[in-house]
Structures are given as structure tokens and as C-alpha cells.
């Protein structure tokens, strides 16, 4: 008899054969909600697999209401939508997707917001659409800020941090970092250079924040930090909301203490119209899109396929995080 697996999202038609061949498959139809709670705690009472996505909140309650359950299965990087702890007190696996997946789409991504934020892209896109542009715009009508020479200051020397040094070495960018561990190697390969912590505040032009978030990383970017900051600081977020403290960032914004902001990830995830930093002019809004290619999300449904199957076919999955 096959294993009965549940999936919190429609997946695309070659995964979902492939789960198919070796399980019995529960699938969430839709692609643009997630699977009410309700709905999530009835279908796991009777599985042996869970594949879920950060959308998915796989609590103390949700676990106790699975008395099967092997393995939870994260189509994602991050994990801190799944209670670990809980999880291994029942013998649940808990497997994620490699960072590296999705490094090259993410920088892509991230070094797009910066010029877009910079170069007042959506601005200018809105000023057509809205029948602004009567003739050749005034000297100073929409004009950002230079990216070529500019220095580009990166909280977080990982893997994306690194993609992201490379792309901003062919615009002749200055790229400064920290990181709780220095990193000879990225400095002599990429020429970086690292600088304490104020001081990549008070320097850069630019602020790309690519941390993990954590109790450590969490409001890491706050009201002292950005009182540090240039007037002139154009600040990029694209790994989790909370790491930055949205009422820091909107009273920065608000009060001239920097620039703009291009936000991929915010707090609470979806925001909507209403959301305050939706209607500023100097903030671009993006709806968490930072791994969002075709290739990059189908090898992130395929990763988490094989880690799934490999549990229950009782072989180690391919990414373990508890």
C-alpha cells in the first residue's frame, strides 16, 4: 500500500506524477491561496508525509493531530514556519531546500530592486500610465540616484551576498561588508572589503540586508541604526521581514533620515493596498518574489519531492534539518 502524503500546494504536473508513482497524493488545488488551517488539520491526521511550504504554520497542534507523520517536507530554505522542537519529541524529519538552489535567483532579484529603488523605475512606469509625461521632463523631474561607483554595503556574507558582490563589481561598485564571521577568502576573490559594523552604516550608499532571520537577526535594523545612516542611503531588503523594524524603516523614510527602500519581505506576509509603505514614493513593494524564476521554483518542488520520498522510502533525504 502506498504512503499517503499531503501537499499544501499545486505543484507542478511533472512533480506531482513523480510523488504520484510512490504515493498516495492529497493535494490543495490552488496556487494563489494557502490551505485554510482547517483544512490543513483534517488532512494531516492521516499521513505519512507533509509537503508544505513557509505559507504553513506546522505547530504543536497541527503535529499532535498526526499520528502518522514521518517526515515535513519545506519547499523553502527557511524552516521557522515548522516547530522543530516538536517535531523531533514525535520522531518527525523536518528537510528543507539548499540555500544554493536558489543563490543566482535571489541576487538576480536583489540587485533588480536596487535599481529599480534607485533609478525610480515603478515611479516612472506610473507616470506614464497615469498621463503625466506631457513633454521632456524638468532637469530634476524623476531622477534617482547613481549606481555606477557607488558603494554597496552587505549585511551578510553568505552565499547570496557573495552572488550579489559579483554582479555589483561589473557596475564598479565600492562593496564593503559584515558578517558575524570575517571572510578572507570573499575579500581576496571578490575584492570586498569588511568594515565594522557603524561604520558599513555610516559609508554606504547602499544597504542590502541578506541575513537569516533568528532571535539574533530579529529588528536587527532599527531606529539607532538608521539615525547612523546617510541621508542619501537607499536601503534593499530581500531576505525576511522582521530582521528590518518596519516602524523604524517608516519613520526613516517618512523623515528624510534616508532615501528609499526597496522591500521584498515584510513583517506580516501578504500585505495589500493599505499597507503604509505601499503608497510611498520612495519605496518599491514587491510580494516575496526573490526565488521566483520557472527553473528555480522546479528544482525547489523537485528537492523537496526526493527529500520527501527518500524518507519514506527510509533512505536520508538529501537536506535534513532536524
Known amino acids: 500500500m502506498k504512503p ?28 494563489d491561496l494557502p490551505v485554510p488551517k482547517e483544512v490543513l488539520m483534517k488532512e494531516v491526521s492521516q499521513v505519512e508525509g507533509l509537503y508544505c511550504l ?6 504543536k ?11 515535513i517536507s519545506n ?30 535567483t535571489t541576487a538576480d532579484l536583489t540587485f533588480a530592486l536596487l535599481m529599480a529603488t534607485a533609478r525610480r523605475i515603478v515611479e516612472a512606469v506610473d507616470y506614464i500610465k497615469t498621463n503625466q509625461w506631457l513633454t521632456w521632463s524638468p532637469p530634476m523631474q524623476l531622477t534617482g540616484r547613481d549606481i555606477y561607483g557607488a558603494t554597496l554595503g552587505i549585511i551578510g556574507m553568505g552565499r547570496i551576498g557573495s552572488a550579489l558582490a559579483r554582479r555589483a563589481k561589473g557596475f564598479k561598485m565600492n562593496v564593503v561588508y559584515h558578517n558575524r564571521n570575517r571572510r578572507p577568502r570573499h575579500e581576496k576573490e571578490l575584492g570586498v ?28 535594523i532599527a531606529e539607532k541604526e538608521f539615525s547612523l545612516m546617510k541621508d542619501t542611503c537607499i536601503l534593499i531588503n530581500t531576505s ?37 509603505f505601499v503608497s510611498l514614493p520612495n519605496v518599491v513593494t514587491l510580494p516575496h ?22 524518507v519514506l522510502q527510509d533512505k536520508p533525504p538529501l537536506y535534513r534539518v532536524v
Open 54 to 59: 513557509l505559507t504553513e504554520t506546522i505547530d
Open 240 to 276: 525576511r521581514g522582521g530582521i528590518v523594524k518596519e516602524d523604524a524603516l517608516y519613520h526613516a523614510l517618512t523623515n528624510q533620515q534616508i532615501w528609499a527602500a526597496g522591500l521584498d519581505v515584510f513583517e506580516q506576509e501578504p500585505i495589500d493596498s493599505t499597507n503604509r
Open 4 to 31: 499517503k502524503i499531503y501537499v499544501t500546494r499545486k505543484l507542478e504536473a511533472c512533480v506531482k506524477e513523480k510523488l504520484e508513482m510512490y504515493c498516495e497524493v492529497s493535494m490543495w488545488g490552488r496556487e
Open 193 to 220: 572589503h569588511y568594515l565594522e559594523w557603524e561604520e558599513l552604516l555610516k559609508t554606504s550608499d547602499y544597504i542590502c540586508v541578506l541575513v537569516p532571520y533568528s532571535e539574533e537577526t530579529k529588528n536587527l
Open 75 to 104: 519547499m523553502a530554505v527557511g524552516y521557522n514556519n515548522i516547530d522543530l522542537e516538536e517535531a523531533k519529541k514525535h520522531s518527525i524529519i523536518v528537510t528543507n531546500t539548499p540555500p544554493d538552489i536558489l543563490t543566482e
Open 61 to 71: 497542534e497541527i503535529i499532535s493531530l498526526a499520528p502518522n507523520l514521518k517526515v
Open 289 to 310: 518574489i526573490g526565488s521566483a524564476s520557472v527553473e528555480t521554483r522546479l528544482k525547489m518542488e523537485e528537492v523537496a519531492a526526493k527529500n520527501l520520498l527518500r
